[in-house]
Nanobody, 114 residues
Framework: QVQLVESGGGLVQAGGSLRLSCAAS????????MGWYRQAPGKEREFVAQ????????YYSDSVKGRFTISRDNAKNTVYLQMNSLKPEDTAMYYC???????WGQGTQVTVSS
């Protein structure tokens, strides 16, 4: 059974930083591209960042490029999202998922105050 557990969210002031983690189990982690997505109240879930199985290729949405960094540790079955220069518009529930596998974690809330 695939399980995804996100953590690291919280309340931070604008300009601050947070590091999200997503621990995966029940799958061959290194075989999957991993993605981070977010959903703000009243809005659709949107793509944030993606990383290849080896960690050598990354993609970012335009809204976070240059501020967020996705990384992974295949030995720990964990993907990370380092978020710097946070803005109030980054406030959302953040989710990770193995791309194409149809699973989601429970999410971790990020709230950025102005």
């Amino acid at each position: 059974q695939v399980q995804l557990v996100e953590s690291g969210g919280g309340l931070v002031q604008a300009g601050g930083s947070l590091r999200l983690s997503c621990a995966a189990s029940g799958l061959t982690f290194r075989n999957y591209r991993m993605g981070w997505y977010r959903q703000a109240p009243g809005k659709e879930r949107e793509f944030v960042a993606q990383i290849s199985g080896s960690g050598g290729t990354t993609y970012y949405s335009d809204s976070v490029k240059g501020r967020f960094t996705i990384s992974r540790d295949n030995a720990k079955n964990t993907v990370y999202l380092q978020m710097n220069s946070l803005k109030p518009e980054d406030t959302a529930m953040y989710y990770c998922r193995p791309e194409g596998a149809g699973y989601w974690g429970q999410g971790t809330q990020v709230t950025v105050s102005s």
